[in-house]
């Protein structure tokens, strides 16, 4: 029962990237499957025990940078952009939260849809707790603009949240993601 749920939370993190993809980085994320399907290949039927082990710790360290890999990859590389926060605060008199952001998009390539997500993050009360809480997240919001950005264009995007439960004091960080 266990693995079926690991199964079916895998496949809901799989269509959630693929909702986010585009041709490019799927190509991407393909090349660099192939090439760890090329390393454990290679780690199973190499006959000295050496060159196995190399191998496949080269398939684990290969695989385990992926992630990492494809998001350096399409962030600094091929999708670039620079991002400035215009507003970003929660409002004094309401229960809500006013966000503005500033988007240039410096690639080559023209964006057709960029994410912005705000996270509230818990309160810390000490220096191990301010970085270690900015990992975990009490509640994300998200918005999806699916607009197009040509090469050097800038557009600003507005995002309001009614009924913001949190403290005016709450930490948050924003972070916007475009495609």
Same mark, same amino acid.
């Given at each position: 029962?266990?693995?079926?749920?690991f199964?079916?939370?895998?496949?809901? %993190?799989?269509?959630?990237?693929l909702s986010?993809?585009?041709l490019? %980085? @799927?190509?991407i994320a393909? @090349?660099l499957?192939l090439f &760890?399907?090329?390393?454990?290949?290679?780690?199973?039927l190499l006959?000295n025990?050496l060159?196995s082990?190399?191998?496949?710790?080269?398939?684990?360290?290969?695989?385990?940078s992926?992630?990492? @890999?494809?998001?350096?990859?399409?962030?600094?590389?091929?999708?670039?952009?620079?991002?400035?926060i215009?507003?970003a605060?929660?409002?004094?008199?309401?229960?809500?939260?006013?966000?503005? @952001?500033?988007?240039k998009n410096?690639?080559?390539?023209?964006?057709n849809?960029c994410?912005?997500?705000?996270?509230v993050l818990?309160?810390?009360?000490?220096?191990v707790?301010?970085?270690?809480?900015?990992?975990?997240v009490?509640k994300?919001y998200?918005?999806t603009?699916?607009?197009?950005?040509?090469?050097?264009e800038?557009?600003?995007?507005?995002?309001?949240?009614?009924?913001?439960p949190?403290?005016?004091?709450?930490?948050?960080?924003?972070?916007?993601? &475009?495609?």
């Amino acid at each position: 029962m266990a693995s079926l749920a690991f199964i079916q939370a895998f496949l809901e %993190s799989f269509k959630g990237f693929l909702s986010q993809a585009t041709l490019i %980085s @799927v190509l991407i994320a393909s @090349v660099l499957i192939l090439f &760890c399907a090329i390393l454990l290949l290679l780690a199973l039927l190499l006959r000295n025990r050496l060159a196995s082990y190399i191998t496949a710790a080269a398939f684990l360290g290969a695989f385990l940078s992926m992630p990492f @890999v494809l998001n350096v990859l399409l962030t600094q590389t091929i999708y670039p952009i620079e991002t400035r926060i215009l507003h970003a605060n929660p409002l004094s008199y309401s229960n809500a939260f006013s966000l503005q @952001v500033g988007v240039k998009n410096n690639s080559k390539f023209s964006l057709n849809k960029c994410v912005l997500r705000l996270e509230v993050l818990k309160n810390p009360h000490n220096f191990v707790e301010e970085h270690a809480f900015k990992l975990f997240v009490k509640k994300s919001y998200e918005k999806t603009f699916k607009e197009k950005i040509l090469p050097e264009e800038s557009k600003v995007f507005s995002f309001f949240i009614d009924n913001y439960p949190y403290l005016k004091t709450a930490p948050y960080q924003v972070s916007l993601f &475009c495609l």
